[in-house]
């Protein structure tokens, strides 16, 4: 299947919770309304709106597939992903070819390893779709890293831009997985160390809201996790130089670092909190920046 051609493809949705209704809204906005749609919840409830859509609803997830050129996936978990495409009423049992499955779900590696195997089994090709900052579904300004055979991913490119800008190939099936569980440590961790912060600040007896204008002032130095993140995947020297880092600097960065964290783990003793993971941090980073 190629989005590509001018002719508007048949595209389904399985799940339409927050995530899938969120993309069939953004398609539908764009003139790409879906041809069928299918969730476990609907039950009773079938014809009636849901999340604000109209669309035909149908009763199983190879409903969807026999009417779809695309058929985007977005359960809750592996279990799901699984039955869906391989119970008894998923979608390896739907005739219509070519056809492509879109997995928008957050799930594990080995999930889409035998995702891949069976589709390909059954002549379907898999993409899948790492949802980046799902939030900006609706209005197109979430990040989407896909993997997938190239020929499958260029073919509905077309389809996932009108929900995502960019939409970043990062190669294999699994990959685009692989891509947002990295971003998203890298966001959890910060945020993880924000919130025991926020938690040693008021233990070590600071008023909170002054010390939140202290960490919000000094942030036009520090430029955030995406800033670091960039730093950090720079793969040499020359493509640090234009952040201003430097082997030299990251020398010294760990030596401030070592200083710095020794002296946070004796203010959460002091304080009597348990901030064991700064140690973890402290240990490890001559390994990290250096």
């Known amino acids: 299947m190629n ?19 969120s993309v069939a809204s953004a398609l539908g906005n764009k003139g790409v309304p879906l041809t069928a749609g299918y969730d476990k919840a609907f039950g009773e409830n079938r014809d009636r709106t849901w999340h604000g859509l109209s669309f035909p609803q ?65 002549d379907i090709s898999l993409v899948d779709c790492g949802c980046n900052g799902s939030p900006g579904i609706r209005d197109g300004t979430m990040v989407a890293s896909v993997g997938g055979p190239i020929e499958a991913v260029e073919g509905v490119r077309p389809l ?11 190669g294999r099936v699994g990959n685009g997985m692989k891509a947002k569980l990295i971003r998203n440590m890298i966001i959890y961790a910060t945020w993880y160390a924000a919130f025991q912060g926020a938690a040693v600040a008021e233990a070590a007896g600071l ?24 730093r950090a995947f720079a793969r040499s020297d020359e493509d640090d130089a234009s952040a201003g880092s430097t082997r030299a600097e990251n020398g010294g960065i760990v030596a401030f670092a070592h200083k710095d964290l020794s002296a946070v783990l004796e203010l959460g003793q002091q304080s009597g909190m348990d901030i064991s993971f700064i140690r973890h941090l402290e240990q490890g980073y001559n390994a990290v920046m250096t």
Do not use: W
């Open 3 to 21: 989005t590509t051609t001018g002719a508007k493809p048949h595209v389904g949705m399985v799940g339409v919770g927050s995530l899938g209704s």
């Open 160 to 170: 996932i831009e009108l929900f995502a800008n960019p939409t970043v190939y990062m």
């Open 58 to 122: 149908v009763e199983s997830p190879r409903a969807v597939a026999d009417v779809c050129d695309v058929a985007f996936i977005a359960v809750y978990d592996d279990e799901q992903v699984m039955n869906v495409l391989g119970s008894a009423s998923g979608i390896v049992h739907s005739t219509r070819r070519p056809l492509t499955v879109i997995l928008l779900s957050t799930v594990s590696l080995e999930c889409i390893s035998l995702a891949d195997d069976l589709l390909s089994d059954h």
């Open 207 to 230: 008023d909170v809201g002054e010390m939140m204008r202290v960490v919000d002032a000094s942030e036009r130095f520090n430029l955030g996790s995406t800033h670091v993140a960039k």
